[in-house]
């Protein structure tokens, strides 16, 4: 194989994974989403509050989830 071809292919692969990926989204996408969202503002007094109190319920035990794609 010589190098143009290499970074050819290079280059054609760059660009597949610079294209967004329009799957819809899964039950474990929103999961995790939520808990990256938790963990940044798991220092909040506010969302510690809120957390505490349920005001700001997902609703994840009984199937729902608070974003939605």
Request: glycine content about 6%; proline content about 6%.
């Amino acid at each position: 194989m010589d190098a143009e071809q290499t970074i050819a292919e290079i280059e054609r692969l760059e660009r597949i994974f610079a294209e967004p990926d329009n799957r819809p989204l899964s039950p474990s996408d929103f999961l995790a989403a939520n808990r990256r969202h938790d963990e940044m503002l798991a220092h909040s007094p506010w969302f510690r509050l809120s957390q505490r109190y349920g005001v700001c319920c997902r609703g994840e035990a009984k199937g729902r989830f608070r974003m939605e794609g």
